[in-house]
Nanobody, 126 residues
Framework: VQLVESGGGSVPAGGSLTLSCATS????????IGWFRQVPGKEREGISVITSDGGTEYDDSVKGRFTISRDIAKKMVYLQMNGLKSADSAVYYC?????????????????????WGQGTQVTVSS
């Protein structure tokens, strides 16, 4: 199993970025893919998830600005980020969870995940 993030970079406040998560070794019919972010010295924060049946959830901090989507054929998951703020600066990770959780919002907890990518840096300048 492998997850590889890409698409990070530096943008001014108000700008947009799209992060990509390339997966291998996972069946999208069995896995939820989540996006997390972490700032040095702070806990990792769950910001969005897309479940095996296509359900989505967002943390309140990104709701209305970020959109998660997937391409099942390409085994890719995307995070479109609009209206970026300096507070969005972090290392962003995608992760895969094979667990069946009845309530989607609980997929925003990092301990529910089995596989992790290496992360991609997003820096938003104010």
């Amino acid at each position: 199993v492998q997850l590889v993030e890409s698409g990070g970079g530096s943008v001014p406040a108000g700008g947009s970025l799209t992060l990509s998560c390339a997966t291998s070794g996972l069946s999208f019919g069995d896995v939820a893919i989540g996006w997390f972010r972490q700032v040095p010295g702070k806990e990792r924060e769950g910001i969005s998830v897309i479940t095996s049946d296509g359900g989505t959830e967002y943390d309140d901090s990104v709701k209305g600005r970020f959109t998660i989507s997937r391409d099942i054929a390409k085994k890719m998951v995307y995070l479109q980020m609009n209206g970026l703020k300096s507070a969005d600066s972090a290392v962003y990770y995608c992760a895969g969870s094979l667990r069946m959780i009845g309530t989607v919002k609980y997929y925003l907890e990092d301990f529910e995940y089995d596989y992790w990518g290496q992360g991609t840096q997003v820096t938003v300048s104010s």
